[in-house]
């Protein structure tokens, strides 16, 4: 799973999309990866309905925080297999090792793992926010916040990835490292959507988000790449 | 001048030393917070002092034994 | 000395080692006669606080702890960088020194601002901009702590932790804008340090002193973990040898 041709002077774009497709492809054969944490986000969110007795006024009010931080822990929780695979079966040495420049095949795996849980997840927002009786009207805004905020989830969640991908227990260790970095985008994507329900405008909150993610993406694959290199000499 | 404050007096600002303690009733929070202040400082330093006395002691030992096995 | 060859004096442990010494003593003394006069000035001579009366002294300990509490993460981001860019060795071991200092700074901050809350505030504990942010800076430096456990060899461990610190480093702006923004809006009324310019100078007058004698006490501890972590890292060298045996290290 995940082997590599002996690399040729690919261009980057290639590179690119060929290792993008690869992991898009293993995916595909084990779903399971990708469905527990979409699942763990629905179940998580009905256990909240249900631990507020279903009231309606109570929901709404919390809604985009539990929202929020359900996604920030689905997003954690694949990312876990994020280089797992590849460690243990010796690709990611090849991978960071061989390639040029060797943070393209990161970058292509970060945006794989965003497609299936980010992306997935700003997909699904709707049906989350109508289990939590979030208003139609607010529902675009939270759906452009995820999409804006979930890309740097991704990205600085798989610098902690890399970081702990050798160690035993990891899991816990990556929540620690990784929700600290988070906090920003939380508060910047959850309070979009509750200011949107009080009638206040969420500009500036957009506008952060996309400058968080756009300096993840700038800083993230450098460190990331650092990281894997890191961990696989060990 | 800002809002939040006035100078009441020109040197130590208590009347009495129990007055000084009392801290106008806010005693036990200044004191604490001195306090902790203090064991953190403090602890800082003996740490690191106490840490540095027994890595020379352990390298000078070793640095012994390995002089006399050398000299042998 | 020209920048170059500073820069290469650093990468040597031994000089650095020597070189240290008298600073220790001069931040050290510099860092005590600071301190002791901005604590009793602040504790003894300050003027009350109109508002806060005599809580508001705890000012005096709680700022210096949270600015050197920051402070002692964005030097290991940069350590971070120095390692990671140009494989600087003292780089490495300011990553493995700083964390105690930094770790018990932060948490000093929050709890000496805990317990000027409560009589300021009326409760031990809110969400607001500032606290927030110290919080958040404690789990950054318990997570540099975690991940330095959690990695068996101290080289790879003093990379990656300076993976993180660069991470860290560069989220702390941007978190404390974020909690700013939105934390704010549900203050209550509180003390706010941007009041400080005015203050009296007779009230952060030994504000300053405190700042700046906590600075000198972090930079005399940063030197003296450092040359504690020289002397373990070098122990079987021939000079640290020589030293110990001397009896003058």
């Known amino acids: 799973m995940g082997m590599i041709a002996a690399p040729t002077a690919t261009s980057a774009p290639r590179l690119f999309w060929s290792q993008f497709q690869r992991e898009l492809v293993s995916v595909v054969r084990s779903k399971e990866e990708a469905l527990n944490p979409l699942l763990f986000l629905f179940l998580a969110i009905s256990l909240f309905a249900l631990g507020a007795g279903g009231d309606p006024e109570v929901l709404q009010n919390i809604a985009p925080a539990i929202i929020w931080v359900l996604v920030l822990l689905a997003n954690m929780m694949s990312l876990e297999g994020l280089f797992r695979r590849d460690y243990e079966d010796g690709t990611l040495e090849q991978l960071i090792l061989l390639a040029q420049p060797g943070f393209v095949p990161v970058l292509a795996k970060i945006a794989a793992q965003w497609c299936v849980s980010g992306l997935a997840m700003t997909l699904l927002a709707p049906i989350a926010g109508l289990i939590l009786f979030l208003p139609s009207t607010v529902l675009p805004t939270l759906m452009i916040t995820l999409l804006l905020g979930t890309p740097a989830l991704s990205l600085l969640g798989a610098v902690g990835a890399a970081l702990t991908v050798g160690l035993r227990r990891g899991g816990v260790l990556l929540a620690i490292l990784v929700l600290p970095l988070y906090v920003p985008v939380l508060i910047f994507g959850s309070s979009a959507v509750i200011q949107h329900m009080d009638g206040i405008g969420t500009q500036a909150q957009i506008y952060w988000l996309m400058a968080i993610t756009m300096i993840s993406i700038t800083l993230a694959p450098f460190l990331v790449h650092a990281a894997l290199k890191i961990s696989v000499e060990q | ?72 | 000395m020209t920048l170059k060859t500073l820069w290469h004096r650093l990468g040597s442990p031994r000089w650095f080692y020597q070189i240290s010494r008298p600073w220790i003593y001069v931040l050290g003394i510099l860092a005590l006669v600071l301190l002791v006069t901005g604590t009793v000035w602040g504790l003894v001579f300050a003027p009350m606080d109109y508002q806060q009366h005599d809580s508001f002294r705890i000012m005096y300990v709680h700022v210096p702890a949270a600015m050197v509490a920051q402070s002692a993460y964005i030097v290991m981001g940069f350590a971070g960088v120095l390692l990671l860019v140009w494989r600087m060795k003292l780089a490495d071991m300011v990553l493995a020194t700083v964390v105690p200092f930094g770790m018990s700074m932060t948490l000093l901050a929050l709890v000496t601002g805990a317990v000027w809350g409560k009589p300021t505030w009326g409760a031990w504990w809110v969400w607001d901009a500032r606290t927030t942010s110290m919080l958040v800076l404690l789990f950054l430096y318990f997570g540099l702590y975690a991940l330095r456990q959690a990695i068996a060899r101290p080289e790879a461990a003093a990379r990656a932790c300076a993976v993180l610190a660069v991470v860290g480093m560069i989220n702390i702006p941007i978190i404390k804008y974020s909690v700013n923004f939105a934390l704010t809006l549900h203050q209550k009324a509180s003390f706010t340090l941007t009041e400080a310019p005015s203050m009296p100078p007779e009230m952060w007058l030994p504000l300053a002193l405190n700042v700046l004698g906590i600075y000198c006490l972090f930079g005399a501890n940063l030197l003296s973990r450092l040359r504690l972590e020289i002397l373990r890292r070098e122990r079987g060298t021939q000079w640290v040898r020589d030293l110990v045996l001397s009896g003058s290290a």
């Open chain 2, 1 to 72: 001048m800002g809002p939040g404050s006035r100078v009441e007096r020109v040197g130590v600002s208590f009347d009495s030393f129990a007055d000084f303690i009392a801290m106008g009733g806010h005693g036990f929070y200044v004191w604490f917070s001195y306090g902790a202040s203090m064991l953190v400082v403090v602890a800082n330093v003996v740490v690191v002092r106490r840490s540095r006395l027994r890595c020379i002691r352990e390298l000078t030992d070793m640095a012994r034994r390995q002089r006399n096995t050398e000299a042998v």
